[in-house]
């Protein structure tokens, strides 16, 4: 009889016992931490320092007429690109024209004229050697076929330089570059010296880097330099420092300079990005930022591992592009906490979302 009372009670108080190991489970549950995890990588991190600048033109000439003239046709217009050899401009060479054909015929009239003196100072060599006429006869015709020989020298360099002048009413630009003033127009008449046009040169500039003087002990010449500029934004140009001026400007900056050479759409005036590269870790431990969090003891990562979070006391290195060095307390493939790492503690049951890549 007491053996089947002992076996009605159990039957009756075991779905009571199931139902309140069933809600202590699910409390459980419900109070684990959502959190989404990665593996620490490694990767390589730079050492730099960036700044601010501004780019110069090395190469911006001013171009002006050579010789006085009126301006026909102008071909270059401010703004527009131009290259090395390209006709920008036309300027009237009637003048030329006619002093040319002046000069050739007075080349033609002493060429003339010293053929005949070349017949004379012959004639008058041969009436020598029969004694007709005396050697101061023969001595004058040789110098006035002399004179005649230095005549044409000067006529023939006086059409060099008139031709040489009319070449220069066709103005060439001098470079590859850009019109950054247009000046004249057609119908201004221009003395010689006066300036036609502005040319901005894009082959070669040179980046002006101010960085603080406290920076100044970390560079020197020939250290690598990453430049970027807004009007090419898709470009990175790397090159090496050239030169750091010594004297710290009024604002309490260095000027490093860096060239640029060859870089189609890089601007002088414009504003520039420099990296300057100090060095490197070549296999550094990362975790996302996220995963870093302060705590009384310091700076932690919470390593997941079978659903609970382990506090990991960490120091932590370079931070670029949303990840955190950790040089102390983790190692690479290691699973840790990313999103919800703040809500943790040690040893907190955690939920698993997705995964995050740092």
């Not at 009237?92 to 070349?118: C, F, G, M, P, V």
């Not at 059409?159 to 950054?180: F, R, W």
């Not at 300057?276 to 700076?299: F, K, N, T, W, Y």
Request: proline share 4%; charged share 20%.
């Amino acid at each position: 009889m007491n053996k089947l009372c002992m076996l009605l009670a159990l039957a009756l108080l075991s779905p009571g016992c199931a139902k309140k190991e069933e809600e202590k489970n699910q409390g459980a549950a419900s109070s684990a931490t959502l959190v989404t995890v990665t593996q620490s990588q490694t990767r390589k991190l730079e050492i730099f320092e960036q700044t601010i600048g501004s780019m110069e033109s090395l190469v911006d000439p001013g171009i002006g007429a050579e010789v006085a003239a009126k301006v026909l046709k102008v071909f270059a217009h401010a703004g527009q690109e131009v290259k090395k050899g390209q006709l920008i401009a036309i300027l009237d060479a009637t003048d030329y024209a006619l002093q040319k054909r002046e000069a050739e015929a007075e080349i033609a009239r002493i060429e003339a004229l010293l053929a005949n003196q070349k017949n004379v100072v012959e004639r008058n060599q041969r009436l020598v050697q029969k004694n007709f006429i005396s050697q101061t006869a023969l001595d004058d015709a040789t110098t006035q076929q002399s004179a005649l020989r230095e005549q044409l020298e000067a006529a023939r360099a006086r059409l060099a330089s008139i031709e040489y002048n009319s070449s220069k009413t066709q103005v060439y630009s001098p470079i590859d570059g850009k019109v950054e003033k247009q000046i004249v127009s057609p119908g201004d008449f221009v003395k010689q010296g006066d300036s036609l046009f502005q040319l901005i040169g894009t082959q070669k500039l040179r980046a002006h880097l101010p960085f603080p003087e406290g920076v100044a002990a970390k560079l020197r010449p020939g250290q690598t330099v990453r430049l970027f500029t807004p009007t090419v934004p898709d470009q990175v140009y790397t090159t090496t420092i050239k030169e750091i001026k010594p004297l710290i400007g009024s604002n309490r900056a260095m000027d490093v300079i860096a060239d640029v050479v060859g870089q189609n759409g890089w601007q002088g005036g414009a504003s520039v990005n420099g990296k300057v590269i100090l060095g490197e870790h070549a296999q550094a431990v990362v975790v996302p930022e996220a995963s870093v969090v302060l705590r009384p003891a310091g700076e932690v990562v919470y390593v997941i591992k079978d659903k609970t979070a382990a506090q990991r006391i960490v120091k932590t290195g370079l931070r670029q592009d949303g990840v955190v060095e950790i040089t102390e307390g983790l190692g690479a493939g290691e699973i840790v906490a990313v999103d919800g790492a703040a809500y943790l503690t040690d040893k907190a049951p955690v939920n698993l979302q997705q995964s995050s890549a740092p």
